[in-house]
């Protein structure tokens, strides 16, 4: 019986990841399309801070579902089981994951300054200071990652293939000292840190609102919305926390049970294949869950963006970009609020400014 719950438990993930790579692909690559050209009404920081994600959690796919957990159900014999692979991919795959996970730190952080800060509202605004920090997330990201490519080492295994033992080399973990403190410091910085970081910071961004919003009285709130204060920032609320709470909530199973598997269970005698064990079914599960977080943020944009959906049908259905309504509470109290200060710009047309209720000052 459980020899046969341990065959369907395989034969599951042989068919998730494959289909994780045909579906997660084409979508990374559409979600940097949408997002690059055709905009969807986001901040240039936004545009930028997303696009990048769209591209590493593309590599992460590429490198992680396909190269190494697909091929490893589907072939006897990966290419990467060999000499210099198995320490290339390794550099490869923690260098896609910690750029990742901490474009989605970073990204937070920046939100909860620009919200509260104005200093740092000038100062992040501009689209060349997240262009390098976003350069600087992934090249520190891989230079992090270096490490990685000496844990593993290629060794000889006796192995059972199509009823005959065959010794064929495997890249397996080099237990070590040496590769249990950079797997721990991997551990946490590519999943612990990185969590607890999201989350503080999405609260204090949730708190910022909330107050905010008590500077307007709720008639104010409605003429500059147009709606209902309360679902106004229910709605800003889930589009600033979307990506970043979807990230905490599938990564979170990974981090707990790696963790457990390197404490508990760390030890050459602990059988990681063995699907009879709970903890190494609870570990499959939860890096499903994982690699699912590379390829859900179309799936969130398109759920949560109505201006995202918006493109996405008119991109469907080859129809050309719609012109933004336009009204002049758009063009007079949002420019108010407008939480980005823009040069001044000549012009051949005369602006005429008016003041009303001037009051006498003695």
Same mark, same amino acid.
């Given at each position: 019986?459980?020899?046969?719950?341990?065959?369907?438990?395989?034969?599951?993930?042989?068919?998730?990841?494959?289909?994780?790579?045909?579906?997660?692909?084409?979508?990374?690559?559409?979600?940097?399309?949408?997002?690059?050209?055709?905009?969807?009404?986001?901040?240039?920081? &936004?545009?930028?801070?997303? !696009?990048? #994600?769209?591209? /590493?959690?593309?590599?992460?796919?590429?490198? +992680?579902?396909? *190269?190494? @957990?697909?091929?490893?159900?589907?072939?006897?014999?990966?290419?990467?089981?060999?000499?210099?692979?198995?320490?290339?991919?390794?550099?490869?795959?923690?260098?896609?994951?910690?750029?990742?996970?901490?474009?989605?730190?970073?990204?937070?952080?920046?939100?909860?300054?620009?919200?509260?800060?104005?200093?740092?509202?000038?100062?992040?605004?501009?689209?060349?200071?997240?262009?390098?920090?976003?350069? &600087?997330?992934?090249?520190? !990201?891989? #230079?992090?990652? /270096?490490?990685?490519?000496?844990?593993?080492? +290629?060794?000889? *295994?006796? @192995?059972?293939?199509?009823?005959?033992?065959?010794?064929?080399?495997?890249?397996?973990?080099?237990?070590?000292?040496?590769?249990?403190?950079?797997?721990?410091?991997?551990?946490?910085?590519?999943?612990?840190?990185?969590?607890?970081?999201?989350?503080?910071?999405?609260?204090?961004?949730?708190?910022?609102?909330?107050?905010?919003?008590?500077?307007?009285?709720?008639?104010?709130?409605?003429?500059?919305?147009?709606?209902?204060?309360?679902?106004? #920032?229910?709605?800003?609320?889930?589009?600033?926390?979307?990506?970043?709470?979807?990230?905490?909530?599938?990564?979170?199973?990974?981090?707990?049970?790696?963790?457990?598997?390197?404490?508990?269970?760390?030890?050459?005698?602990?059988?990681?294949?063995?699907?009879?064990?709970?903890?190494?079914?609870?570990?499959?599960?939860?890096?499903?869950?994982?690699?699912?977080?590379?390829?859900?943020?179309?799936?969130?944009?398109?759920?949560?963006?109505?201006?995202?959906?918006?493109?996405?049908?008119?991109?469907?259905?080859?129809?050309?970009?719609?012109?933004?309504?336009?009204?002049?509470?758009?063009?007079?109290?949002?420019?108010?609020?407008?939480?980005?200060?823009?040069?001044?710009?000549?012009?051949?047309?005369?602006?005429?400014?008016?003041?009303?209720?001037?009051?006498?000052?003695?």
């Amino acid at each position: 019986m459980e020899e046969t719950s341990a065959a369907v438990f395989v034969t599951v993930q042989k068919i998730y990841y494959p289909l994780l790579c045909i579906m997660g692909i084409p979508a990374n690559l559409f979600t940097f399309y949408m997002i690059c050209f055709r905009k969807c009404r986001m901040s240039n920081t &936004a545009v930028i801070y997303l !696009s990048c #994600l769209a591209i /590493v959690d593309t590599f992460y796919v590429i490198w +992680v579902i396909l *190269v190494d @957990l697909t091929l490893t159900f589907w072939i006897v014999q990966p290419f990467w089981h060999s000499h210099p692979w198995c320490g290339i991919l390794g550099f490869l795959q923690y260098g896609s994951l910690y750029s990742s996970s901490w474009i989605v730190v970073v990204f937070t952080i920046e939100r909860y300054l620009v919200l509260s800060s104005m200093a740092a509202r000038q100062h992040f605004s501009q689209p060349w200071v997240t262009k390098m920090t976003c350069m &600087a997330i992934v090249l520190v !990201s891989h #230079l992090v990652s /270096v490490p990685m490519s000496w844990i593993n080492i +290629v060794t000889p *295994v006796n @192995l059972t293939v199509e009823g005959e033992n065959t010794t064929l080399p495997r890249c397996r973990y080099r237990n070590h000292t040496y590769s249990t403190v950079v797997v721990w410091m991997s551990t946490f910085l590519s999943g612990g840190i990185p969590i607890v970081l999201v989350t503080i910071f999405n609260y204090l961004i949730g708190f910022h609102l909330c107050r905010a919003s008590n500077l307007f009285t709720k008639e104010e709130r409605s003429i500059m919305s147009g709606r209902s204060s309360r679902g106004t #920032l229910r709605r800003t609320i889930l589009l600033l926390g979307t990506v970043s709470v979807a990230f905490v909530v599938l990564s979170l199973p990974r981090f707990v049970t790696y963790c457990i598997l390197r404490t508990k269970y760390n030890h050459e005698s602990f059988d990681r294949n063995d699907y009879s064990l709970p903890i190494n079914v609870a570990g499959d599960l939860a890096n499903m869950l994982q690699n699912l977080n590379s390829t859900t943020n179309f799936l969130l944009y398109t759920m949560v963006s109505r201006r995202f959906r918006q493109e996405l049908l008119q991109v469907l259905t080859c129809k050309a970009r719609a012109n933004e309504p336009g009204s002049l509470l758009t063009h007079t109290t949002m420019k108010v609020f407008s939480v980005v200060n823009h040069r001044a710009s000549p012009s051949s047309s005369p602006v005429t400014v008016v003041l009303t209720a001037l009051k006498k000052r003695e």
